[in-house]
């Protein structure tokens, strides 16, 4: 699966859009991207996932770049309990039958400030 | 529908104690996982299992066993606990080759 690299760490103030950004350089053609977050003292929420197109869901929206080398997850208007941190993994499609098991990094942490 | 449920919640042990934690499932998924994570650190997978019967290694799988005791249960057992096994432990559960896993609240284990 194709390393992903993320800042530690960005704020944003409540009601405005949170962008945060993620690098994938190394992705293959079947590789996936998916955010998580996991809110403090929480296990981790799956937010939303993509192969090339934009996608959009009711938590967050995914900007994948057309080369797919990076990506970029955007919540809307924030609110102070999206504070958290959120993970960029890169991973291949399973096949059926086959395991779906995650690799964390570090994530970037978001604080949402009032 | 609970989701994914752990037990114990938090649990202190001694050094040489053995325990098992428990994790159950009602969303009906295949493959089920665990994961440790230590403070500042992302999350490290120590087993899955990826459908019924069947188990298999992650990273960290030294000092751990695990049971898939059916489709709904995957426990997780430390036979001689050591004070590096001290961490947050999380279940977590997908469909067979499913995109989303969804995670249980975690045990928070301290070895003293």
């Known amino acids: 699966d194709a390393k992903t690299t993320q800042p530690p760490s960005m704020d944003c103030a409540e009601g405005r859009a949170a962008n945060l950004p993620c690098n994938h350089s190394t992705i293959s053609g079947n590789e996936y991207v998916y955010w998580y977050r996991q809110i403090h003292s929480q296990g981790p929420q799956y937010i939303i996932h993509?192969?090339?197109n934009n996608e959009t869901n009711e938590m967050a929206s995914l900007i994948i770049t057309e080369d797919r080398k990076s990506s970029t997850l955007i919540l809307p208007h924030a609110t102070l309990r999206d504070t958290a941190v959120y993970y960029c993994?890169?991973?291949?499609?399973?096949?059926?039958?086959?395991?779906?098991?995650?690799?964390f990094g570090k994530g970037i942490t978001l604080s949402v400030r009032p | 529908n609970a989701g994914v449920t752990q037990t114990p919640k938090f649990q202190v042990l001694k050094t040489g104690q053995s325990m098992t934690l428990q994790c159950a499932q009602d969303m009906n998924h295949n493959s089920m996982y665990w994961y440790r994570q230590d403070p500042g650190m992302g999350l490290r997978l120590i087993y899955y299992s990826a459908s019924e019967g069947t188990t298999d290694k992650g990273e960290v799988p030294n000092g751990y066993n695990v049971s898939r005791l059916n489709k709904r249960e995957f426990s997780l057992r430390l036979e001689s606990a050591a004070p590096s096994q001290t961490s947050v432990y999380f279940c977590a559960g997908a469909r067979t080759g499913g995109y989303e896993q969804y995670f249980g609240p975690g045990t928070r284990l301290t070895v003293t």
């Open positions: 993994i890169v991973r291949v499609a399973s096949p059926p039958g086959a395991n779906s098991k995650l690799t």
């Open positions: 993509g192969l090339k």
